[in-house]
Nanobody, 121 residues
Framework: QVQLVQTGGGLVQPGGSLTLSCTEA????????MGWYRQVPGKQREMVAF???????HYSDSVKGRFAASRDDARRTVYLQMNDLKPDDTAVYFC???????????????WGQGTQVTVDS
């Protein structure tokens, strides 16, 4: 059973920092990409950052230079360090993990429960 447990989030003032984490437990399967999306009401989820199996990092233009994603495969955890937060960063942040399927040739995406990040003075 795949479970993604998120921690972090909360209320922070503009210019502040937060760190999110997401840990997968219960499957033991190989993890491919791990990363983060965010969503505001009425809009589609937007990719924030992800880290591939090989450690390559990708960021949306809106967070480049401010956010840093990392992963710890031993802990089956992905992190998102958010710096210089702006009001436009306010959203529900969802982690995701691509898990290797039973066939061993495909991956299935699983999502965390989401955590609210609110940037406001």
């Amino acid at each position: 059973q795949v479970q993604l447990v998120q921690t972090g989030g909360g209320l922070v003032q503009p210019g502040g920092s937060l760190t999110l984490s997401c840990t997968e437990a219960g499957s033991g399967s190989t993890i491919g990409d791990m990363g983060w999306y965010r969503q505001v009401p009425g809009k589609q989820r937007e990719m924030v950052a992800f880290v591939t199996f090989y450690g390559m990092q990708h960021y949306s233009d809106s967070v480049k230079g401010r956010f840093a994603a990392s992963r710890d495969d031993a802990r089956r955890t992905v992190y998102l360090q958010m710096n210089d937060l702006k009001p436009d960063d306010t959203a529900v942040y969802f982690c995701y993990v691509d898990m290797k399927g039973k066939t061993g040739s495909t991956f299935t995406t699983y999502w965390g429960q989401g955590t609210q990040v609110t940037v406001d003075s």
